[in-house]
């Protein structure tokens, strides 16, 4: 099975320290599904958008194209995980009310993906794909850890990361397009919480690789005295969010 495999070695990791999604933005989904039969949330990893669609659908289909990812899934009644691409799916057409991709849509082929998700839609289906930059927490913190991306690691970014940094403007979405009300991820975090989170960015995973050293103790020196250990700040993600659907015949 041959796709861009950016988060199979820390997939541990991704399950225990990335943050959760507003559960108002799986609502609003939901909300503008044709029905709530049947949900795919496509390149799920450890199933955290799957959790929230099975709170408005009577069925999630969960997939991702690696198997470490979904070795760390979240089981539930409502969710069966399956292993598969995005431009592939194993489903006959026209039985799903929407489709959802959460910070994922950028790695896809999107000549193949798009007439798959016209495939399998109903009539008025929906597409939700979203995404998130680095958090935000004060004009200090942010200036570090702002240098510390472009600076640091950088160049271990994949291309198609300039999505990401485009707020998805400019992936591709050949759909009718949907208005999107602002959506975003708070927590209360650490600095240590936070570190953490970093180690499950790409960019850090293919540098520790390709240098053979981790680049986050000296991040974490450098913050320390603007963010003193131990002590919890809010740690805010603006949400870009593309909705569409499919035309009804």
Request: with cysteine; glycine share 6%.
């Given at each position: ?31 503008l599904a ?10 799920t990893g ?79 289906g929906v ?123």
């Amino acid at each position: 099975m041959s796709f861009k495999d950016h988060f199979s070695r820390q997939a541990g990791d991704y399950g225990r320290f990335r943050p959760r999604y507003p559960a108002a933005l799986a609502a609003h989904v939901a909300a503008l599904a044709p029905g709530r039969g049947l949900a795919l949330d496509l390149a799920t990893g450890n199933g955290q958008a799957a959790l929230d669609l099975a709170e408005h659908f009577e069925r999630v289909l969960a997939s991702d194209a690696s198997a470490a990812q979904l070795g760390h899934a979240v089981a539930h009644p409502r969710i069966q995980y399956l292993r598969h691409t995005a431009e592939r799916l194993p489903l006959a057409a026209g039985v799903a009310d929407a489709v959802v991709a959460a910070q994922a849509a950028h790695w896809f082929d999107f000549g193949r993906f798009y007439p798959e998700v016209r495939r399998v839609l109903r009539p008025g289906g929906v597409v939700a794909l979203w995404t998130y930059e680095t958090f935000r927490v004060d004009a200090a913190v942010d200036a570090c850890v702002d240098r510390f991306y472009r600076e640091v690691v950088g160049r271990y970014w994949p291309p198609e990361r300039r999505y990401v940094e485009e707020g998805y403007r400019t992936l591709p979405f050949p759909l009718e397009e949907l208005a999107a009300p602002p959506f975003e991820l708070t927590h209360a975090w650490t600095l240590e919480r936070a570190i953490q989170y970093l180690g499950t960015w790409s960019a850090v995973d293919r540098y520790r690789a390709a240098r053979g050293s981790d680049p986050l103790p000296a991040l974490a020196a450098e913050l320390a005295p603007l963010w003193p250990p131990g002590e919890e700040r809010p740690v805010r993600w603006p949400v870009h969010l593309r909705m569409g659907r499919v035309a009804p015949i």
